[in-house]
């Protein structure tokens, strides 16, 4: 039987700078960390809250590539579109990427992830996000995001367990 | 005969925010503009200093797209070299890019552009990057950037003036 370590989501703003960063340690090595961001049948299990349906329409992942997905709720086939660039993919320790809400244009945000691995084949997760102003930072962390993120790496645990089994 | 007038690149290293904001006006309508940054025949002959030898070496330039160019100087046939995406290409009023020299791959900025049109023709040109932290801003002030924007621009000038006539 797998021991399951259960870990905060760490989600910090910045003070200085309009950057989001979250912490987040996974019981599983980091290649599987990294294959869970990176290939879409994996990503669509987890990414998002736990009421999202997502579903990718665009996957392209490698340096200078790019995807797009939108989330379609029970009712509302379109809830929201979501697209970007993928500015890096260094396999298996970071992902750079663009994000953008489709629904507001002009809010971009640079996210880079980086794994770690740690002590007895698990990874810590650090995703920081930064934005032009610190505007654009406090409404996107007033719009639900901080749900969407620890509900979808609760996801992220259950599908590490099943794909480390 | 048309009247040149010479403007000034303003370049602005925000106090509160690692951003750095470079605001010119050129004689020239906007589509010329945008063109002149988004046609890779056009962007070899004015973007960097006057001392680079730009190659494209990648260029697809639509929203999720990439591009890729080295800097090949005398003697050095690969002086520099530099990446990215487009997230973004809004023609003609805005172009979003990420950047990276390929020296310093952790160094990533996100670069937005923002065409506005000027009464007479004209156009003013802001291009906002921003970074993660203010030390990489402030490596990237201190790498010589200004002259290569300045003199880029001075190239853009010529170009633009070249193109309308």
Redesign the interface.
Known sequence: MTTTTRRETEIEAAK????ITITREFDAPRELVFRAWTDPELVVQWLGPKASRMRVT?W?CR????W?YVDGRDGDPEYAAF??????V?EPA?L?Q?F?WAGA??G???E?LTLEELPGGRTRSVA?S?????EIRDMILSSGMSTGVIEGYEKLDELLGTERS
Chains 1, 2 share one sequence.
């Open positions: 200085d700078v309009p950057t665009h392209d340096t200078g590539g790019s797009a697209y970007g660039s993928f500015h890096e260094r970071r750079v663009t953008t244009p002009d971009v945000s640079l880079t920081v930064v934005v032009e102003t610190f």
